[in-house]
């Protein structure tokens, strides 16, 4: 059974990696002048928009999402609403604190929040996806033994990825090397999009190898 979750999380993190890649050569090819630094952030939200789509469907497809406790049309519309307050929410959150951390408040606000739905798309998405618009189960998962399921363990992982990535992107801004690539919030979504992919390869990985020590209480 664990071999088969493995395997289902290794191809279902290969087909969201895909979506990264093919959502910076598609605009490379269809759009006119298009480029990752020259039009930043039309790529940015190529990738959010890419990553969104997919989880969503894959996440759905496999059954990993929480089945609705009422099979009403009002239930799973207050639901799927709740889900869309949480990751504006979200947004909202990072903005504040990547504000907080030395982003300007004013100036370059569109870049800021840019780069908090990116975070947004690849963090607090996965936690709609897998954990539903849960509060308290998103709280459990990110505490100490947490986790219920290899899935969770994937969470915690994959979204402490993307977060170190984005810090340690933040790191060669203030340099004075005069890069492209040091333009706000370049580094950071790079940053964030290394590590999110870095956590899609070490999840399936680190759990394969450690799956005789984990051990979930039930649910």
């Given at each position: 059974?664990?071999?088969?979750?493995?395997?289902?999380?290794?191809?279902?993190?290969?087909?969201?990696?895909?979506?990264?890649?093919?959502?910076?050569?598609?605009?490379?090819?269809?759009?006119?002048?298009?480029?990752?630094?020259?039009?930043?952030?039309?790529?940015?939200?190529?990738?959010?928009?890419?990553?969104?789509?997919?989880?969503?469907?894959?996440?759905?497809?496999?059954?990993?999402?929480?089945?609705?406790?009422?099979?009403?049309?009002?239930?799973?519309?207050?639901?799927?609403?709740?889900?869309?307050?949480?990751?504006f929410l979200s947004c909202l959150?990072?903005?504040?604190?990547?504000?907080?951390?030395?982003?300007?408040?004013?100036?370059?606000?569109?870049?800021?929040?840019?780069?908090?739905?990116?975070?947004?798309?690849?963090?607090?998405?996965?936690?709609?996806?897998?954990?539903?618009?849960?509060?308290?189960?998103?709280?459990?998962?990110?505490?100490?033994?947490?986790?219920?399921?290899?899935?969770?363990?994937?969470?915690?992982?994959?979204?402490?990825?993307?977060?170190?990535?984005?810090?340690?992107?933040?790191?060669?801004?203030?340099?004075?090397?005069?890069?492209?690539?040091?333009?706000?919030?370049?580094?950071?979504?790079?940053?964030?999009?290394?590590?999110?992919?870095?956590?899609?390869?070490?999840?399936?990985?680190w759990i394969h190898y450690h799956?005789?020590?984990?051990?979930?209480?039930?649910?």
């Amino acid at each position: 059974m664990w071999d088969h979750e493995i395997r289902a999380m290794a191809s279902t993190h290969a087909i969201i990696a895909a979506s990264v890649f093919m959502a910076t050569v598609l605009p490379a090819v269809l759009v006119p002048g298009f480029s990752v630094y020259g039009t930043h952030l039309l790529w940015l939200y190529s990738v959010s928009a890419a990553v969104t789509a997919v989880s969503v469907a894959v996440f759905w497809l496999l059954g990993i999402t929480p089945p609705a406790k009422k099979h009403t049309l009002g239930y799973k519309l207050s639901r799927l609403l709740r889900s869309c307050l949480y990751f504006f929410l979200s947004c909202l959150f990072f903005h504040t604190v990547v504000v907080l951390y030395g982003a300007p408040l004013i100036e370059s606000a569109l870049e800021t929040f840019s780069l908090a739905v990116l975070l947004t798309s690849l963090t607090t998405l996965r936690c709609l996806c897998v954990l539903g618009p849960n509060v308290q189960a998103w709280i459990r998962v990110f505490s100490r033994h947490g986790a219920m399921s290899v899935w969770d363990t994937c969470l915690q992982i994959t979204v402490a990825c993307t977060l170190v990535g984005a810090w340690v992107g933040a790191f060669p801004i203030p340099l004075d090397w005069d890069r492209p690539w040091q333009v706000w919030p370049v580094s950071c979504s790079f940053g964030s999009l290394f590590g999110y992919l870095t956590g899609l390869v070490a999840a399936p990985a680190w759990i394969h190898y450690h799956r005789k020590q984990l051990t979930y209480k039930c649910k």
